[in-house]
């Protein structure tokens, strides 16, 4: 495994020595974005969960910050495509309140997102794929039963998410634009179960898909 890993590394420092009078036609280089995405979702139940309404507002929000890295690569006037490292953080509160037991669901989670995103850029628009993890920065639950309030319980397990943005490239230098977009995404995994209630909360997981607008700085270091 080590060794396949120093390959990969050595294959990816041959790529970016090569002199650039090897490719005299395609652009090649650094791709970096800053992004701050925020929206609206809705939590959705996985399994055989008890009917549940929301409590308050039928949505939650959704915030934060991110950055991508990664190696960009022209393959016509046209055509380009990037594959990006991402990492960031994120914001969710959201309340749920199961109507048949008078129980009350708050979570809010600070969390940390790895991922990786290729991405295809045609024109001034552009296409991306962002999967990865989430990890919550500790316990963001509360529940409210019978006039008492229990906190989550346990270590919080990683999240596995899947989030499409597609964006507007304004260029106002040829390597660097602001990039204005729309996302839609989907979150697994929020588990909602306490020890101290069982018979309640045993099995509770839920996802969350979530829709916003995305605003970017992006910068490119073309090599031509």
């Known amino acids: 495994m080590i060794k396949k890993h120093y390959i990969i590394v050595f294959v990816l420092f041959i790529v970016l020595a090569i002199p650039n009078n090897i490719y005299p ?15 609206i979702g809705i939590m959705i139940p996985h399994g055989n969960i008890p009917k549940y309404e ?15 890295l990664g190696y960009y690569l022209g393959i016509t006037d046209l055509v380009s495509m990037s594959f990006l490292g991402t990492f ?8 749920i309140h199961k109507n048949n037991i008078n129980i ?17 850029y045609i024109g001034d628009f552009s296409l991306g794929l962002d999967i990865g993890i989430r990890l919550s920065l500790g ?12 906190s989550s319980n346990g270590k ?9 943005i597609a964006d507007y490239n304004i260029f ?10 729309l996302y839609i995404g989907y ?35 073309f090599f031509r």
Not at 25 to 39: E, S, V
Not at 104 to 120: D, R, W
């Open 156 to 164: 919080s397990t990683p999240r596995t998410y899947l989030k499409f």
């Open 88 to 95: 960031g953080y994120s914001y969710n509160k959201t309340s």
């Open 25 to 39: 036609i395609i652009r090649h280089g650094l791709d970096f974005n800053i992004n701050a995405p925020i929206g």
């Open 172 to 181: 106002f230098r040829e390597d660097m634009a602001i990039a204005i977009g």
């Open 54 to 68: 929301p409590a308050g507002h039928e949505v939650n929000f959704q915030g934060g910050v991110g950055i991508g």
């Open 139 to 150: 316990p963001g639950l509360t529940i409210q039963y019978k006039g008492k309030d229990y």
């Open 187 to 221: 979150d697994w995994g929020f588990d909602l179960s306490n020890i101290d209630l069982p018979e309640i909360t045993k099995g509770e997981s839920y996802g969350n898909l979530d829709l916003g607008v995305q605003i970017a700085y992006r910068y490119a270091s």
């Open 104 to 120: 009350n669901y708050i979570y809010e989670a600070h969390s940390l997102s790895f991922g990786g995103m290729p991405k295809v």
